[in-house]
């Protein structure tokens, strides 16, 4: 999976492709990552674990997409986020520093499990670490009316991300922590388990 992370002297953020790009990216010339990580040395941890389907049980379902929940303003995001004709998500911006970056990548956060849900097998990419992605405060939201694809989200006050907003459109933010797919034609295996991961410079 690609994700890049772009330092800057005025905001730390990131990219997380879901869906491989559409189009060629090439490589950036100021990738610093590799003076931090050995970057041949860097894993998408997988595993098979069967009681995952359990957690996500015991998790909370929103009665909306995420796409209509975004789009009728039901919640925010922290930048934007991209959907194809379908509603399923192609990616999304997000607020990720070097530091968390980094530590992300060095702690094998970002990992892939297998499991069976809903009495299918589903495949679970974590964008946290573990505890944070499960945590029973959190919540799954259906990218579509299909049952083949979910986003594991987090919802938080905005004051805690440093945003405010007038009183009368006051509404949480939500993070998301995890994908949940059972479409491997939209969200494949192999570019989920690929590392390719970018810290750029921007000066």
């Not at 990216?25 to 995952?52: G, V």
């Not at 789009?71 to 959907?83: A, L, M, N, R, S």
């Not at 949480?172 to 570019?191: D, H, Q």
């Amino acid at each position: 999976m690609k994700i890049t992370c772009m330092e800057s002297d005025y905001a730390h953020i990131g990219y997380v492709y879901l869906q491989p790009p559409s189009e060629k990216i090439s490589q950036q010339t100021n990738c610093k990552l590799n003076q931090s990580i050995d970057i041949s040395q860097i894993q998408i941890p997988f595993a098979r674990k069967p009681e995952l389907g359990t957690c996500l049980d015991n998790l909370s379902m929103l009665p909306y997409s995420f796409r209509s929940g975004y789009e009728q303003e039901k919640f925010e995001t922290e930048y934007g986020v991209d959907f194809d004709h379908s509603g399923y998500i192609t990616g999304y911006e997000i607020g990720l520093s070097p530091t968390q970056f980094i530590k992300l990548i060095k702690s094998h956060s970002y990992r892939l499990y297998e499991s069976v849900w809903k009495n299918q097998t589903y495949h679970i990419f974590l964008f946290d670490e573990y505890d944070s992605v499960f945590s029973e405060n959190n919540m799954i939201c259906p990218m579509n009316q299909k049952d083949d694809a979910y986003l594991m989200i987090q919802f938080v006050e905005p004051a805690a991300l440093g945003v405010t907003f007038y009183p009368s459109e006051e509404k949480k933010i939500v993070l998301i922590k995890g994908l949940i797919s059972a479409n491997p034609e939209l969200y494949p295996l192999s570019y989920l388990l690929h590392p390719d991961f970018e810290l750029i410079e921007d000066k």
